[in-house]
């Protein structure tokens, strides 16, 4: 139940000629405390809860536990749920062994894009696509709760 992955900026939309799939999601949080979250998503015809603990001192690991809850149910929670949510397109584009999820923003977070890909340790080596640019792990203002906070649309560029 430990999440490691690792996040980079996107640098061209080469990725979506990549990409086996495309998806919207929709999400909020009950709560975005950065110690703790609990995040509402809807993705497609499914939807979930997923609890999210503090994120190790390098920002690539933390305790992760999800559970698949009926769309109907999502929906009323989102209604719950602290002001904001994020909407985005996540496009699964396969790299060597590795599947990134790279999150095109929508709405007030228009503009960024970030991928990101799970691994089984923290060390784990694994091919960086050319599209990929900086690496953002652990930089807390690209975590999806704090986007809702501080959308993309106020930051200066």
């Not at 503090?54 to 809850?69: A, C, D, T």
């Not at 960024?112 to 953002?136: C, D, Q, R, Y």
Request: hydrophobic share 35%.
């Amino acid at each position: 139940m430990i999440e490691i992955e690792r996040k980079f900026l996107i640098t061209s939309e080469a990725y979506k000629s990549e990409a086996s799939s495309k998806t919207l999601f929709v999400q909020a949080y009950l709560n975005s405390h950065p110690e703790r979250t609990i995040r509402i998503r809807i993705k497609a015809e499914k939807a979930f809860m997923t609890i999210k603990g503090k994120s190790s001192e390098n920002g690539v690991s933390r305790y992760e536990w999800e559970k698949e809850i009926p769309v109907n149910e999502a929906e009323e929670l989102l209604k719950l749920c602290e002001p904001g949510k994020i909407e985005k397109y996540r496009h699964l584009v396969k790299a060597g062994a590795h599947v990134f999820e790279v999150d095109e923003f929508l709405g007030e977070n228009n503009g960024l894009t970030i991928a990101e890909v799970e691994l089984s340790t923290e060390n784990e080596h694994f091919i960086k696509p050319e599209w990929m640019g900086e690496e953002v792990t652990g930089d807390h203002k690209y975590y999806n709760s704090q986007l809702i906070l501080n959308p993309y649309k106020n930051w200066e560029k």
